[in-house]
């Protein structure tokens, strides 16, 4: 089943308001400056341009906010986006106060540095590398403003670069590569751990949920004893009798001993071992037998099961649990129409199996909720069928794809190893 990423449209957010306060100090701290430098002390500033640039950033910052609290996701790349519009920006700003040469220039590491903690290594090394080149642009192309420059500047027919400026430039690029190097990979490490210990965490949750399911299903299994012989009890005294309806009888009588049957094959299981390997069965001989069985369980279905050719020999040490899981699959396939597909091929390595339904399908709640325990879309459910079967299937290396399909009904894909299955 698919997954979250790491970097969810939740985290996004979250970075964009941080990202919003940063440019909120920003943009009033270039504000503060533009007074101090253009009316109270002129150092010949174009405080008009300048003044227009701070109200355009102001304006795309209140849009900001607003797409902040706006529900619709925010992806990578729009974040990227926000991050550019800073740059450019700011470089609008030291373009028309002095360019290279202006002691704010350093403030590209802001959005290297966001980059780097926030955004893939890729999006980090093109902020970089922006921000390095809007750098040396800004060497041959800005208004320049005479208190800015460096004190060792030389007007006149000096033909190099100043030292004091390439050195800036040089400590710039040279941080620039550090901050998106190191703090990309630590950023992409935590990621990575925080992934692992959310992941840990819903494994611990979901066995917890199963161990309570199993604790219920072992009382729920020694309760049943008792109502079961005397519905056998019964059935046997009508069929005696020969009732009217001894076709319905002898249903009802096989009904019963599957459910007998079954309760049976928990308390053995329930006795097994843990370290005791299941006998080997022929795979074959083990699809067929639990395709009987469910039809025994579920006669108003009509299954159409192909098989695969030239599929090999295996044996399987499947636990009992996987053919319950597979069965419950064989139900809701049955629950949604009374015809079902099935086809089954498998290799060496892999079983295949199709199940395919021709009822409604599956809506947007219930792919959203799929495997979720205590989730039904059945009146009388009680919402742990896919749960358990998604659990069963994952212990043992193995997974359950679920679809709608063109035309009406929902396939699904049973995916079971058929190596060596790790100890239950």
Not at 24 to 40: D, N, R
Request: with cysteine.
């Amino acid at each position: 089943m698919p997954t979250l990423p790491p970097n969810s449209s939740a985290l996004i957010r979250r970075n964009l308001k941080r990202l919003n306060l940063i440019r909120c100090i920003a943009i009033g701290g270039q504000f503060l400056a533009l007074y101090y430098f253009w009316v109270l002390s002129d150092i010949g500033l174009p405080g008009n341009i300048l003044a227009i640039v701070l109200l355009i950033y102001s304006a795309v910052l209140a849009a900001s906010i607003w797409r902040s609290h706006w529900r619709a996701p925010l992806t990578e790349a729009e974040f990227f986006a926000h991050l550019l519009a800073d740059m450019v920006f700011f470089s609008a700003l030291l373009y028309f106060s002095g360019g290279a040469s202006n002691p704010f220039v350093s403030y590209y590491l802001v959005p290297i540095c966001i980059a780097a903690a926030t955004l893939p290594r890729s999006y980090s090394w093109l902020i970089a590398a922006l921000s390095l080149l809007a750098y040396s642009a800004l060497f041959y192309y800005n208004h320049p403003v005479m208190a800015l420059a460096p004190h060792h500047h030389h007007h006149g027919g000096g033909d190099g670069a100043n030292l004091h400026l390439v050195g800036m430039w040089a400590n710039f690029a040279v941080s620039a590569a550090l901050i998106t190097f190191f703090i990309s990979r630590m950023a992409a490490d935590l990621r990575r751990q925080e992934a692992t210990a959310n992941r840990l965490r819903e494994d611990e949750l979901r066995n917890n949920q199963v161990l309570a399911v199993a604790t219920l299903a072992a009382g729920t299994a020694h309760e049943l004893g008792t109502p079961l012989n005397t519905m056998q009890l019964l059935l046997d005294d009508m069929a005696d009798s020969k009732h009217q309806d001894s076709d319905d009888i002898s249903v009802l009588q096989e009904q019963v001993k599957q459910c007998r049957a079954t309760l049976q094959r928990l308390v053995n299981t329930a006795e097994i071992d843990s370290d005791q390997q299941q006998p080997g069965r022929d795979l074959r001989q083990y699809l067929e037998e639990l395709f009987t069985s469910w039809q025994v369980m579920r006669p108003d279905a009509r299954p159409e099961i192909s098989w695969h050719d030239n599929c090999p020999t295996v044996d399987v040490h499947y636990p009992p649990t996987v053919a319950q899981s597979i069965h419950n699959i064989l139900n809701n396939a049955a629950d949604a129409s009374p015809r079902v597909e099935i086809a089954v091929q498998w290799g060496r390595q892999q079983l295949q199996l199709t199940v395919r339904d021709f009822g409604d399908g599956l809506t947007p709640e219930q792919r959203e909720q799929m495997g979720q325990p205590f989730t039904s879309s059945k009146a009388s459910g009680m919402g742990l069928g896919l749960f358990l079967t998604h659990t069963t299937f994952n212990r043992i290396g193995g997974q359950v794809l679920m679809d709608n399909v063109e035309g009406g009904g929902t396939m699904t894909q049973v995916l079971l190893p058929l190596a060596e299955v790790p100890p239950q």
